[in-house]
């Protein structure tokens, strides 16, 4: 069995068929969803906290609407065509 290096794990990082994890994204959208729709509510009930629990709440639901700097970066060599204008309309219609 060969010795595993960051250049071996570099090749078959590069080798994976495996698509885009959709669990995240799906999870964001529905958490940004809920959100939305219940945005009298939570307004509401951050304005009974107290400024710490406010800041706490605020930067656990951050990560969900917000996409982390590493998630931004898209590597659309391995897309078709069709994947890509997809990607292109989403980012255009706000979805």
Sequence with gaps: MG????ETARAAGR???RG???TTIQTRKFIY???NLNKSKLKY?????????FVDFYLRLLPYILAPRTMQKIDVSELSKEE???MVK???DGD
Aim: cysteine-free; hydrophobic content about 40%; glycine content about 0%.
């Design 45 to 53: 009930m951050l304005e009974e906290l107290t400024p710490r629990e």
């Design 90 to 92: 989403d980012i255009v």
């Design 15 to 17: 080798k994976s068929k």
């Design 33 to 35: 969803n809920l959100l």
């Design 20 to 22: 885009a994890a959709k």
């Design 3 to 6: 010795k595993f290096t960051s």
């Design 84 to 86: 890509i204008s997809d």
